[in-house]
């Protein structure tokens, strides 16, 4: 039977999916298990009643377990992994942080107004050690194999690329030849392909955190 998953509509088309990297990244873990599942959208501006009640919080993504929902993209990939075991997308717990500030640095990067606050550098030294990383180890973070860090870095870095290349009309340097070649490899893989938003949700995402009315 399919898994019942609730994720985040497209902003202004409730019937498209949208753009959170948290949805993203439990669709791609359900994806590369070849787990079915069924999708929910919520809309955001007008959240469905049956949603606020099995999830009071109001976030996403939830996914419904033996009549339950759950909610937190962590936990869900921990569950989705004990319940179905092939292919383990379990990476060894050495590597289990590289790239976690990515997203936290982007962000503040992106909402940032001033272009001295040094932002700017402190994101490309986490995309730095990221490309050292994949040189040492790669081409996926802990080798051939892709595992549960790529697939939460996956979403984070294609937000990363589609909003700084449209608000701060920033990209990620050359030279970072090693980071490069991985988010060819992640953005070209075929559960990607199927679970992304489209660039101009993304942007629709991001708009009212970049400049908040
Ligand atoms: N820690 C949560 C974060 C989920 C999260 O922040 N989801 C956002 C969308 S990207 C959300 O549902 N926000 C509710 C809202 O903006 O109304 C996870 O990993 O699942």
Redesign the pocket.
């Known amino acids: 039977m399919a898994l019942e998953v609730a994720v985040?509509a497209a902003a202004g088309a409730p019937d498209i999916l949208g753009d959170?990297?948290?949805c993203q990244r439990v669709l791609l873990t359900l994806e590369e298990k070849k787990v079915p599942y069924k999708l929910h959208l919520i809309n955001?501006t007008d959240k469905p009643k049956w949603f606020i009640d099995v999830n009071p919080e109001?976030?996403?993504?939830v996914v419904k377990f033996d009549d339950k929902w759950v909610?937190?993209?962590?936990v869900l990939v921990g569950i989705l992994e004990e319940k179905y075991p092939e292919p383990s997308l379990k990476t060894p717990p050495e590597f289990a942080s590289v790239g976690s500030k990515i997203f936290g640095s982007f962000v503040t990067f992106l909402k940032s107004k001033d272009p001295n606050d040094g932002s700017d550098e402190a994101l490309l030294n986490e995309l730095k050690a990221l490309n050292e990383h994949l040189e040492a180890h790669g081409p996926y973070i802990a080798g051939d194999k892709i595992t549960a860090a790529d697939l939460s870095l996956a979403p984070k870095l294609y937000h990363l690329k589609v909003a700084l290349g449209h608000f701060k009309k920033w990209t990620v340097p050359e030279n970072l030849t090693h980071y490069h070649k991985y988010t060819k490899l992640l953005f070209a893989r075929e559960p990607f392909v199927k679970t992304t938003a489209e660039d101009k949700y993304v942007i629709a995402g991001w708009e009212p955190k970049v400049n908040p009315k």
């Open positions: 985040k959170c990297p948290f955001f109001g976030k996403v993504p909610s937190d993209s962590d």
